[in-house]
């Protein structure tokens, strides 16, 4: 995920579309921004979420995208 991390939100739905659907789940919109270039530890940080939803937030995404990345 550090690799990640750094990314625009953007980059990152665009090769892993599952995680517009993980963000969405915590009712994070970014799939719908015109500039999408927030980064994604930025985006984890910037919405009201407790510390157990961001831990559990991170973890969907690091296996939505090591997920794909194994196929």
Do not use: N, W
Not at 35 to 58: K, N, W, Y
């Amino acid at each position: 995920m550090s690799d990640y991390g750094t990314r625009g939100i953007k980059e990152i739905i665009d090769a892993y579309p599952e995680v517009e659907k993980i963000l969405k789940e915590y009712d994070i919109g970014c799939g719908a921004s015109d500039v999408g270039t927030c980064r994604l530890m930025d985006i984890v940080s910037f919405h009201p979420l407790s510390q157990a939803q961001q831990q559990e937030l991170t973890g969907k995404i690091e296996a939505a995208i090591d997920g794909q990345e194994s196929q």
